[in-house]
């Protein structure tokens, strides 16, 4: 008798510990939950590659702040004239995340859209004039705009994966005159690696997202659409290592650069960093104190990869 308390007692827990591993296993997942916590952790779609970053930093060397000459046949005229700016931007940054899971007849919870607003707002300080030290302030805001289209696997229990995104498309707030980009064309070589993208609303692929290879030579390519003068500025790295440069105009609406991504400087590949193609208004850059901010730009992930053929992350 003394061992069939014992027994009993075991027995007992084993039925209470099956009972709770089933209402466990029972409990319905929060698809929303999951989904929210995967865009801000991954790589393809953290803040750290969602905004345009704070670029003070970027130091003016050589001429990324158009303080040297054009390269090859372009002339001084194509070169940006003396400037210097930054962002400073508030933080941290009003980040709004709406999903839509469509149910399907016997195919509940397995796709997913989901909507990413952010909101960027503080302070563009300018210096134009290389004599008179005098910085410009110009208050800004900026909405910027993504989806991401995601699906399912494993069961009601698996995982979400992130299959397509398009480009993060960041206007200023109640801009004072529209900036369209018409097109962002970007060419790697030796890789042989081309992509154009011609509209920030394409739900693109992870293939289809810019990937380049170590030692690739990149050819960056901005055709703009506005009523008034722009320059364009290539956003790339991360918040550990951001390069801000300015690209060359090539003709009245388009601006051309190449840069190199080093073979030396990663060591894990492959990698996702931030890339934008950023368009900013002549008189936001040139104007007086009574100038207002305008800026356009379109925020891709890019890929560092070994080879042309390598898997994307």
């Known amino acids: 008798m003394k061992w069939l308390i014992p027994v009993i007692a075991l027995g007992a827990l084993g039925v209470l510990a099956l009972v709770t591993t089933s209402c466990l296993k029972s409990q319905p997942v929060d698809n929303n939950q999951a989904i929210q916590e995967l865009l801000a952790t991954s790589d393809y779609t953290s803040d750290a590659n969602s905004t345009v970053v704070d670029d003070g930093s970027s130091e003016p060397k050589r001429d990324s702040f158009g303080s040297g000459g054009g390269p090859g046949t372009l002339s001084v005229m194509d070169t940006l004239p003396w400037v210097r700016f930054a962002r400073s931007i508030e933080r941290p940054v009003e980040r709004t995340v709406t999903i839509t899971i469509p149910a399907y007849p016997g195919y509940p919870d397995t796709t997913a859209l989901a909507t990413i607003a952010n909101s960027v707002s503080g302070r563009f300080y300018v210096q134009n004039d290389s ?19 995601l699906t399912k696997h494993g069961g009601q229990r698996g995982d979400w994966r992130i299959q397509r995104m398009s480009p993060l498309n960041s206007v200023t707030h109640n801009a004072p005159w529209p900036i369209e980009i018409a097109s962002l064309r970007l060419e790697a070589r030796p890789s042989g690696l081309v992509y154009e993208y011609t509209s920030p609303d394409t739900l693109l692929a992870r293939r289809e997202l810019p990937g380049f290879v170590e030692g690739d030579t990149v050819k960056v390519t901005v055709t703009v659409q506005s009523d008034t003068a722009t320059w364009v500025f290539l956003h790339h790295g991360d918040d550990y290592f951001h390069q801000r440069e300015a690209l060359y105009r090539t003709s009245p609406t388009t601006f051309a650069r190449e840069w190199v991504l080093p073979r030396d400087s990663l060591r894990h590949a492959p990698l996702v960093l931030g890339h934008a193609a950023d368009v900013i208004s002549w008189p936001t850059l040139f104007g007086d104190t009574l100038s207002l901010y305008n800026s356009r730009a379109w925020v891709l992930p890019y890929v560092v990869l070994k080879t042309p053929s390598q898997d994307r992350p």
Do not use: E, L, N
């Not at 008179?132 to 991401?148: E, L, M, P, Q, S």
């Open 131 to 149: 004599s008179v030290h005098i910085a410009w302030v110009r208050d800004f805001t900026d909405d910027g705009t993504r989806k991401v289209y």
